[in-house]
């Protein structure tokens, strides 16, 4: 088969689409003939050398495909070749079959298109962990979320908003009406507006009851500062640092919370629970319609380095497919 390899990491010109040997399925895994992956953020740091993947996984980018089942290793249940399926993925997306751990498995959710399918499971699994298992989302409280208009942003839009919360989003003006047709109540420009007072404004002084933070360092002081009473922080991402400073005190005087996760790293175990509740929970509001894949457009795998450089340049909002055939 073929696969996006990155022989020497560097900028998106460094992944190089090669012949490479088939994947096996091992016990409780299947394979799956993937009809298209999509871009995450951490691909483009696997790519420049600083993501490697964790033990075990294979060696080239793509955290997520749909496709349909072509093989089945041994202690599978449940699952059949010829089945049409998405998948959370350790790695090996960008290439033309890939092994899945079983318990890593969705079907693909009636009413979804198998190669917009591909745009659900990183997002769904990442932002359902987050933002319902580990800040519960209460409804008729606000989610304040960074970077709207990302993958993570757009499909947490929509889950915040079925689920009865109120969505204040920072992002830049351009994707604002897109991510008020999504369904966010107030969009900040980021650039322009201070967010800490603008959810105070939007909320009555209040704050934000959870926010999900891609940011990091560079939003850590005024995110601690835009939390309402018995608010919850939960960092994704340190696009803007690793390392900043909290004061404990503006923490404490609200009774806040601060949580830090990722998922690609997570045990078999772990994944397999969140892609559980992810099926019971999630999917029957993607097969309402309440929450839809947000895909920005599809690229062949091929050319998965203009994909790359379209992410890099921040302009998509949602989803950047790739696709295979
Ligand atoms: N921990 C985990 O398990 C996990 C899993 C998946 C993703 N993530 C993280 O979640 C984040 C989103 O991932 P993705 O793949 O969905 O990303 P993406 O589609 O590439 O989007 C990145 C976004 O960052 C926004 N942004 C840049 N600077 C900003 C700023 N100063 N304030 C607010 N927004 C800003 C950009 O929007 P503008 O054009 O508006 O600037 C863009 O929409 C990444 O940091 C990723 O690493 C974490």
Known sequence: MRAMTVPEPGGPDALVW????????????????????????????????????????????????????????????????????????????????VAVPAGQLLPVPAGVDLVDAAALPEVACTVWSNVVQVARLGRGETLLLHGGGSGIGTFAIQLAVALGATVAVTARAAKHERLRELGAAHTIDYREQDFVEEVRRVTGGRGADVILDIMGAAYLPRNVAALATGGRLVVIGMQGGRKGELDLGALLAKRGTIAATALRSRPLEEKAEIVRGVREQVWPLVESGAVRPVVDRRVPMTEAARAHRLVESNDHVGKVLLTTG
């Open 18 to 97: 090669s012949e490479v040997p088939d994947p096996e399925p091992g016990p409780g895994e299947v394979v799956v003939d993937v009809r298209a992956s999509a871009v995450n953020r951490a691909d483009l740091l696997q790519r420049q050398g600083h993501y490697p993947p964790p033990p075990g996984a294979p060696a080239y980018p793509g955290l997520e495909c749909s496709g349909v089942i072509s093989a089945i290793g041994p202690d599978v249940a449940g699952w059949e070749v010829g089945r049409e399926v998405c998948a959370l993925l350790a790695g090996g997306g960008y290439a033309e079959r």
